[in-house]
């Protein structure tokens, strides 16, 4: 089992920044490939991005190409999502996830185990 605590979500203006972090337990992260994805209200839990294993494979979703960063640092067992320009519309729960696979995957039918998920409003 693996047990994930995002942090790090909020309150910003528009153009602000966020780091999240996702810290897990229970097992090391560097046999799993992590994803981020997030759920507005009345929407359905969408994909943002997602690295491999090893980090050195990261994909995303186009809206956040070039705003958003996924990292992974397998010794603290803990990926992070740098939001940079955010925007109103980034509003929304963001949720990190663990698939026990080398490779990524946009799909949430992709992934093992998920955490409870972390805030992040922004404002105009």
């Known amino acids: 089992q693996v047990q994930l605590v995002e942090s790090g979500g909020g309150l910003v203006q528009a153009g602000a920044s966020l780091r999240l972090s996702c810290a897990a337990s229970?097992?090391?992260?560097?046999?799993?490939?992590m994803g981020w994805f997030r759920q507005a209200p009345g929407k359905e839990r969408e994909f943002v991005a997602t690295i491999s294993w090893s980090g050195g494979s990261t994909y995303y979703e186009d809206s956040v190409k070039g705003r958003l960063t996924i990292s992974r640092d397998n010794a603290k067992n803990t990926v992070y999502l740098q939001m940079n320009s955010l925007k109103p519309e980034d509003t929304a729960v963001y949720y990190c996830?663990?698939?026990?696979?080398?490779?990524?995957?946009?799909?949430?039918?992709?992934?093992?185990?998920w955490g409870q998920g972390t805030q992040v409003t922004v404002s105009s």
């Open positions: 996830a663990a698939r026990h696979h080398s490779s990524t995957s946009s799909s949430i039918y992709g992934y093992d185990y």
């Open positions: 229970g097992r090391a992260l560097s046999t799993y490939a």
